[in-house]
């Protein structure tokens, strides 16, 4: 492990290429790179989930942690390690300072893994709009959890307002058990269901996008019936044409109950699962989450989001400045940055501490965000869809 102190761009990139040679095949085998970015109080559980999901998935690790952004002069420190207490895999840690932390991309762009896709996964509260975050605008997918947000229901509203293509967050992850047992419980059911409720926190972000799920996906009214809840939904109900019920309700972590007309009771694997694993499952898939956008879609009455462009242009946004005071630019070529995930291709390998100053001044803003709409929205509960996975 190399540990580096108020440093530039350029010595990061010479010690992870350093402790790639001593690594040897170690350092081969990159599937992707993974770019998380975290607050400090909050290290040590992104460093825990990352490392867990990276154990699973061979990838390049860098941990942005942003501090002080308000400091007047702008400082570089990173850990760089092959193999160590981040895995198995390439892991640097870096902590930005000053105004080098508005200015991350110059640092991590030639950190990228090259010819290999880019995942970015905020934990936290993510940005307003993504593409405020070149983080996530260079990123071929981008994790968000709005579960961190004080009002989830309406961070997951932003959610929908910005989504592009690519896009996904952990409410969604959270629910995959449910959705697996809900779509299996049907395959063997003939009957037409004429509406469907949940018990659960019409607050919690995971049980709005199961309504939105279930509406698109059966066609019927789904309505949310209040219920005391540690997260997530606590059961499911669905009421057939004639009279007959199916319902899924958890009875621990670890199992939940599955009832159907004619059928005896079955205890189901329904696992709470931890920080990691929800991340290593995103790992897993790197194309565009349909469901997710058409459950998204349904809840929040916004159409057609996955058909939107799949590409952001940065939009410079100073979040230490005044509001109001936000200025733009049309961007040259150099300014615009796209989603493409080879930033590590031909991309300046100076990307230092030092530059931060002048990158502020010279920083670009692309044309309002193609991804971004602000159509209002209703929740859909009446919307429906039929039942498959």
């Not at 867990?52 to 942003?66: E, N, S, Y």
């Amino acid at each position: 492990m190399t540990t580096l102190w108020d440093t530039t761009g350029t010595d990061v990139v010479k010690a992870l290429a350093a402790e790639r040679r001593s690594a040897g095949a170690l350092a081969f085998g990159l599937a992707l790179t993974l770019v998380v970015v975290v607050d400090e109080k909050h290290v040590s559980v992104a460093e825990s989930a990352a490392t867990t999901a990276a154990a699973a998935h061979p990838c390049r690790l860098l941990i942005i942690v942003r501090r002080q952004l308000d400091a007047s002069n702008s400082r570089l420190d990173a850990e760089v390690s092959i193999g160590g207490r981040l895995g198995p895999g390439e892991a640097v840690v870096m902590r930005m300072y000053g105004r080098l932390g508005l200015h991350a991309e110059s640092v991590v762009l030639p950190l990228l893994a090259p010819d290999a896709p880019v995942v970015t996964w905020w934990d936290g509260e993510p940005p307003d709009r993504i593409a405020y975050d070149p983080l996530g605008v260079f990123a071929d997918r981008r994790v968000s959890d709005v579960a961190a947000d004080p009002d989830p229901v309406a961070a997951l509203r932003r959610r929908a307002v910005d989504f592009a293509p690519g896009d996904t967050d952990l409410a969604w992850t959270r629910l995959t058990g449910w959705r697996t047992l809900i779509a299996a419980a049907f395959d063997s059911i003939t009957e037409q269901p004429r509406s469907v409720t949940i018990a659960g926190s019409p607050t919690d972000p995971s049980v709005c996008l199961l309504s939105g799920w279930l509406a698109d996906r059966l066609h019927v009214p789904v309505t949310v019936s209040e219920a005391v809840s540690q997260g997530g939904p606590t059961g499911i109900r669905v009421d057939f044409d004639h009279d007959g019920e199916l319902t899924l309700t958890r009875q621990d972590t670890h199992t939940a109950l599955l009832r159907r007309p004619g059928r005896p009771d079955r205890a189901l694997p329904l696992p709470e699962r931890g920080l990691g694993d929800l991340l290593a499952e995103e790992l897993r898939r790197l194309d565009n989450d349909a469901p997710y956008a058409d459950a998204l879609s349904t809840w929040s009455g916004i159409a057609g989001l996955a058909s939107r462009p799949a590409v952001r242009e940065h939009v410079w946004r100073d979040p230490v400045a005044p509001k109001n005071t936000v200025a733009t630019a049309a961007p040259d070529a150099a300014g615009a940055t796209d989603n493409s995930g080879g930033g590590a291709n031909g991309a300046d390998g100076n990307g230092a501490a030092g530059s931060a100053g002048g990158a502020e001044a010279t920083a670009t803003a692309g044309p309002a965000d193609p991804a971004v709409t602000t159509t209002p929205g209703t929740n859909p509960a009446g919307n429906g869809a039929r039942a498959s996975g």
